[in-house]
Structures are given as C-alpha cells and as structure tokens.
C-alpha cells in the first residue's frame, strides 16, 4: 500500500506582512518583502517547515489526532463487548515512525 502524503500549510509574502503589521521597521520589512524571489520564499518556507517539524510537529499531532479521533473511538470501545471485534485503536493499530517523516 502506498503511503499518501497530505500537505499541513503554505506561507505567502502577505503572511510576512501580517506578522510584522504594526512593528516598528514595518515599511522597512515591506520593503524587503516586495523584492523577494520565489527562491527566497522556497528557502524561508523550508525553514520554517524544519523548524515546525523539529519543535511542535509530533506534539500537535498527538493534540489534534486526540482531540478530533480519539473521543469517537473511547466510544466505540465503550459500546463494544468482550470478545467483539474491536477498532484498530483499541488493538494499537498501526503507527508511523518519526523516521518517516516527508519534507
């Protein structure tokens, strides 16, 4: 089975922009914005990708997988009896390793 990969976010030069809205060197970093390329976009997005991935990726993961699938699934088990077929989350499931992680 292949393994299909699902995007997370983008960044954008106005995104730049709203981050810095009302800093004080604005006009400057405005500047500055307006005269980058797509090379330099590509390697600030790339930072950031890396830095996501090295401080809060696993992190929210677990927080939002929890949040969003879990509750369902504690449920399901719930509900379930001895001896039934239970949900892959109640048996462990499968689980990805960190080393598979895709940039």
Do not use: N
Not at 48 to 67: I, N, P, R, T
């Amino acid at each position: 089975m292949a393994v299909e990969f699902f995007a997370i976010t983008s960044v954008c030069k106005d995104d730049i922009l709203a981050a810095f809205e009302g800093h004080e060197d604005f006009d400057a970093v405005k500047r500055k914005v307006e005269s980058m390329s797509d090379d330099d976009m590509r390697y600030l997005a790339q930072q950031m990708a890396d830095d996501y991935c090295e401080q809060l990726f696993w992190g929210s993961l677990k927080v939002v997988f929890e949040d969003r699938f879990m509750d369902a699934c504690r449920a399901e088990l719930s509900a379930a009896t001895a001896g039934e077929h239970l949900p892959c989350c109640a048996t462990g499931g499968a689980r990805r390793s960190r080393g598979t992680l895709r940039r």
